[in-house]
């Protein structure tokens, strides 16, 4: 289960200091609980077999069902957002906002491997996939971390999308303890699902389907043990791989009619929660029981959610982009035993800044949004396997 916030306000802030601004904010003590349910059942039937002494195949369909269904259930006089467009209603009927959404699909795939060498491989795929909504896109229920924070709300009617995925990777492993890989992806999305800013009554943001969509980009990554180079250096080993990442989606006629009305139109944009990039820098360790590791990871610049406007007035909200940031994660497992390990793990050691900016070329330079630290954590955990 869980639980959305409707309408509300810290007591006599925002509305008191800015009494003449047009941001309706008022108090409520309703809440609307919802229950969600995912069922996923699948079968498949797969092959793989060799064409000849260098190449092989695996080819298969998957025949997959889904069912996703969420019953709100609202406390007297609680107010929800119609993903309509309609604004704030009064009342919540009961089974007015429920979901019970079902689809099958037929999902094949294919992939061939060339082995020219020992140490070489190609590989090649083809396969058609789904994405899901989470219930939180689904549910019309307001979704804030803080009060006065950005708002979130869901979208009933919200789409499975379909993806055709296409992949090409090079593996060359020299020796034993080194590895180089370079590859490629591209995938074509049906109804993909975006980020979307609404500005009726107020600014907040909402899943929504785009008529299509395409992902395409680099992966290359090295991994080495350090123990060739020097002695002293065994379960010692270093790593990097790099993303590189280019979407574009295509806004639906009728958004991209209200931007231009704007004087600000956007037919296509990045999708929403793709970076640019992705870089990551690791350093491995194990020696008998121990295993320690330490990750850098920089994440690009990353579309949140995507520009909106108010229809017949002056209301545009330019896209919302989280900026460039990077974190350092270690941990640390201790082997106790036969049948325990301890663990211990540091996120987020750097605590960098992470900024938002509202972007748009046509507001001139980035303008910032928020500005926040996520803070360190610190956990020890004990599992057992008996």
Sequence with gaps: SAAGSMLGSRPGASSEVFPDEDHPISA????????????????YAMVDTPLSETVS??????????????????????RWLDPNGIGIQETLEPGEADVFFEQDDVLPALGLTYQPIGPLTFRAS?????????????????VYEYSGGPVF????????????????????????GSFFSLSW?????????????????????????YPDGEMSGYE???????????????????????????????????????????LAPEPTRDATNAPEYLYNLYV??????????????????????GAGAKT?????????????????????SRQIGKHFRLKFEAKNLTDPDIETVYRSEFIGGDVTKSSYSAGREFSISLSANL
């Design 126 to 142: 083809w396969a058609e996939t789904v994405a899901r909504q989470t219930f939180k896109e689904l549910t019309p229920v307001l």
């Design 284 to 305: 491995t360790y194990e020696h008998e029981r121990t295993a320690i590791s330490l990750f850098y990871t920089v994440q690009g610049d990353t579309l949140l959610a």
């Design 220 to 262: 290359i990554e090295v991994r080495q043990d350090l123990d060739r180079f020097a002695e002293g250096l065994e379960g010692l080993s270093i790593g990097a791989n790099a993303t590189i990442i280019d979407s574009e989606v295509t806004l639906p006629a009728d958004e991209a009619q209200i931007l231009e009305d704007q």
């Design 57 to 78: 195949m695996v080819a298969g369909v998957r025949f997959e069902s889904t069912e996703i269904s969420t019953i709100v259930d609202p406390e007297a006089g609680a």
């Design 185 to 209: 992806f591209h995938k074509d999305i049906e109804n993909p699902i975006e980020y979307v800013q609404k500005a009726n009554p107020f600014v907040y943001t909402t899943a929504a389907n």
């Design 153 to 176: 709300s869901g979208n009933p009617d919200l789409q499975m999308s379909n993806l055709t995925n296409y992949d090409l990777r090079a593996d060359y492993t020299p020796r034993e």
């Design 28 to 43: 409520s003590n309703e809440d609307i609980d919802y229950d969600g349910e995912l069922n996923v059942s699948a079968w």
């Design 312 to 332: 017949g007035s002056i209301g545009y909200v330019p896209d919302v982009y989280q900026e460039d940031y990077g974190t350092l994660n270690l941990v640390i």
